[in-house]
């Protein structure tokens, strides 16, 4: 079934003013995984339990499971792969260099790369990312029907932001099992949190609101995802704050 993204993101400016110590700052976990890839699985385990547990202190993990695409051919397809998160995974290439894409791999705030399953590593660059300026984003999620709208504001913007901006809105779904049949996994049951549905990209330009409508595919569980808003930088892929929401 084919299915439409329409979009939105109301964005408002204000102040560059840091946020109170008391308000956890979203740090945002991106996994570039697959279901094809042995050493995989305690990575996803890794993102599923800093998604549940939320155990580091004064940080909102927003977790991102993104399952590429380049596993597909080599035994077994997995069923979450998609072709943007092969993209973004390339993407983040510029940054770390072209020897840095591989499986598992985790990226913090766009701004650290480790092995996925490096729990300590993971730990503390999320600890580190947790310290760093973040703009402030509100996001409200409603569901209409089989049909999703969101609205996202930036109420505060760190004042070193030095280059443009992208919003990007991101699906996920979790509480996902898969039974693997052949590849590296054959025969494994495997769970995964956060998977990424969709994403989509818009320009930030002050005060010109503009609108988000994503119609949802029906083998989705809205029950069982979230909406996340991310603010990253063009240049330096900087993830410069982030916000989530489960849909309701």
Same mark, same amino acid.
């Given at each position: ?28 976990v ?18 599923a ?6 155990s ?23 069923? $979450?792969? *998609? /072709?943007? #998160?092969?993209?973004?995974? &390339? ?7 072209? @020897? ?17 399953s ?22 409200? $999620?409603? *569901? /209409?029907? #089989?049909?999703?709208?969101? &609205? ?7 004042? @070193? ?15 996902l ?72």
């Amino acid at each position: 079934m084919r299915w439409v993204l329409l979009a939105a993101v109301a964005l408002s400016w204000s102040g560059g003013q840091p946020a109170p110590a008391s308000r956890p700052v979203p740090v945002v976990v991106e996994l570039f995984t697959s279901e094809g890839c042995s050493s995989c699985p305690p990575a996803d385990s890794l993102l599923a339990k800093l998604a549940n547990e939320q155990s580091v202190p004064g940080v909102e993990v927003v977790a991102l499971g993104m399952h590429v695409t380049y596993w597909d051919r080599l035994g077994w397809k997995d069923p $979450a792969s *998609l /072709d943007l #998160a092969t993209a973004r995974q &390339q993407s983040y290439s510029r940054v770390f260099g072209e @020897d840095r894409v591989y499986t598992p791999q985790a990226v913090v705030d766009g701004q650290e790369e480790l092995v996925g399953s490096d729990q300590s590593g993971v730990l503390r660059a999320i600890e580190k990312a947790g310290k760093q300026p973040h703009a402030r984003l509100l996001m409200t $999620a409603v *569901l /209409d029907g #089989a049909a999703l709208d969101a &609205q996202v504001t930036i109420a505060e913007l760190p004042p @070193d932001v030095k280059e443009r901006l992208d919003v990007k809105l991101v699906l996920t779904e979790g509480r996902l099992t898969s039974i693997v049949k052949r590849g590296e996994n054959s025969g494994r049951t495997l769970q995964h949190e956060a998977v990424v549905r969709a994403v989509l990209d818009t320009k930030v330009v002050a005060d010109q609101p503009i609108a988000f409508r994503v119609k949802l595919r029906p083998e989705w569980r809205a029950d069982r995802m979230r909406a996340v808003a991310v603010l990253q930088g063009t240049r330096t892929l900087r993830i410069w704050g982030a916000a989530t929401t489960p849909l309701k």
